[in-house]
């Protein structure tokens, strides 16, 4: 997808070190809005990620009733007037999701309890991703869906109404589907209940408590929800922690340019994103878990980083929807360590903001990596160094553009890395941030 920018990346020109602070998390940023809106009263909420994902969740809101409010310049402070659980208003115009699979399908399943018709379209690279998996289930509860492709993709229309609860077995471990179908189940008549086939992140099982909703956690793949009729707005802030996504390029960055030492402030250590921790453990990387605490109903941690040698691996399964968006970045870990990383079972990276496997591939390739594409992943021989001089396309995709900024850092020249501006959807700071500790990447000036 041609979308523009341009990043100019690498070699770094010396050890990276430093202390940073990422962005809050994205994924949390969103469902804090949802149910703020959705809530009685006023929550404020503080660490809140200023990307683009973020600000059409918000102005989707908007448009729908509920009143945002920002606290600082940098739009990381807020409050959200909610309109209540059954408050929302028709929207006049079309719902804008943008880039944002996230705002897109957990959204879906608020409007599938709406008494009104609302229709939601987004970029070109949202309009090309899967959305049956989260219409076919809302339709099963009551709503009506429809779209292009029968309802797979977007442009969508959703006409809400009358819910009934249902035993939703899911076909994909995607915490996206899990949500939509218990944001459904807020407006349902009885209980519903999601299983899934791997355990995915819990954030919307984590923070509905916080606003007065229980969720039963029946076993580790099974969430069940009885709607008690109304959300409040929480007496304390909503605290988001760091993104750990985000943190992720830092960390692989620091493994691989030799004699780096970074810390990652209060990053969020929950089991269901940690993934990307446990995979780089045993990769044998040099990560240390230092000042543990708890934000709102998220553990955090500092995380030290420490260059070594990575080792190659197979990667667990069970590891696969934990790490699913930091794939491009551990990539180019594997591309650059010794031994051979394999990857299986992850073909849901097909049908991200790009496809995540042939767009990694065709990259890492690019710069001379040992990387042979599967249809469910990758296996990947991995060496000293990669070469530059050359110009990758990032397709629009924001984690592969920074995922090969952070491979040029071990390359012998620079690589221009196009269709990169997608950077604001998820990590404005990026490129501020990678200056910080010694990276070499910058945007090409126009």
Known sequence: MNIGGTLIAGPAKGPLQGNITVPGDKSMSHRSIMLGALAE????????????????????????????????????ALTVEGVGLFGLQEPENVLDAGNSG?????????????DFHSVMVGDASLHSRPMARVADPVRSMGAKVDGREGGNKMPLSIRGGKLKGINFVSPVASAQVKSCVLLAGLFADGETTVTEPKATRDHTERMLPLFGQAVERVDALTSRLKPCGKLTAPKDVVQIPADPSSATFFAVAASLVEGSDVVLNSIGINPRRDGWRRVMADMQADLTLEAENTVGAEP?????????????????????????DEFPVLFVAAALSAGTFILDEAEELRVKESDRIATMVAALLACGADIEEKEDGAIIHGKPTLKGGVTVNAHGDHRIAMAMAVAAQKMDVEIRIENASAIATSFPSFVDLAQNIGMNVRWEET
């Open 102 to 114: 996230t705002a897109a399908r957990l959204i879906t399943g608020i409007l599938a309890g709406q």
């Open 41 to 76: 009263g006023l929550t404020k909420i503080e660490g809140f990620l200023p990307g683009d994902d973020n600000f059409a969740t918000a102005t989707m809101f908007e448009a729908m009733g509920a009143k945002v409010t920002w606290l600082n310049d940098e739009k990381t």
């Open 300 to 324: 955090v941690a500092d995380i030290r980083v420490k260059s070594t040698t990575l080792q190659g691996m197979k990667v667990n399964p069970q590891d696969i929807p934990d790490a699913i």
